[in-house]
């Protein structure tokens, strides 16, 4: 599993009624795109499986699965909380500038000064934009965490996902 590069799709998220279903929580757009992907890998503690989906729908404003060989909401408590993966082969190719959020995850952002503002621990997605969440490092240049948002070209100035860095026009009192 280590090999093959792998990117969050969603997660599994509760059981829903009594034959095995559980929730799922997409990261995808549209959302039930999340079913177009196989074979999911997910990761229950420090193990790695792969899961075949039996059964998938839209279920209200969320989503439902069936997965195949866990058929009692005690079997679905044991997937619950799990991230889905897919091998990142498997996703579309992105338009120059254009980037899956796991591949700006754990980029190192600078200031255009160079002074390092943390290492992007996640993203949040808002609506108008998405916005980085970025986290202090051992070497950044305080311990503050900053949420910055994603507007490339006005605030985002550059990404190298080659050296893992992100360069910003941020103030860094900000």
């Known amino acids: 599993m280590q090999a093959e590069k792998l ?11 009594v ?16 079913f177009c992907y196989s074979p999911w890998q997910v990761k229950r503690g420090e193990q790695w ?5 039996e059964s998938s729908k839209r279920h209200g404003k969320g989503l439902i699965a069936k997965l195949a060989g866990i058929d009692t ?3 679905v408590r044991d997937w619950s909380n799990a991230e889905i993966y897919v091998a990142q082969h498997q996703l579309p190719e992105l338009e120059t500038g ?6 700006l995850e754990n980029l190192l952002v600078y200031t255009e000064s160079g002074e390092l503002l943390g ?17 202090a490092t051992a070497n950044s240049r305080d311990k503050v965490e900053r949420l910055i948002p994603y507007l490339p070209e006005q605030v985002v100035k550059e990404i190298d996902l080659e050296k893992g860095t992100m360069r910003v026009d941020w103030d860094p009192e900000f």
């Open 73 to 75: 909401p005690e079997q």
């Open 19 to 34: 034959k095995g279903w559980i929730k799922i929580h997409s990261y995808t757009d549209p959302i039930d795109n999340v």
């Open 49 to 53: 499986f792969q899961v075949k989906l």
């Open 7 to 17: 990117t969050v799709i969603g997660k599994l998220t509760a059981p829903y009624g």
């Open 119 to 135: 290492r992007v621990d996640h993203l949040i997605e808002t609506g108008s934009n998405d916005v980085f969440v970025v986290k």
């Open 98 to 103: 254009e980037y899956y959020w796991s591949q």
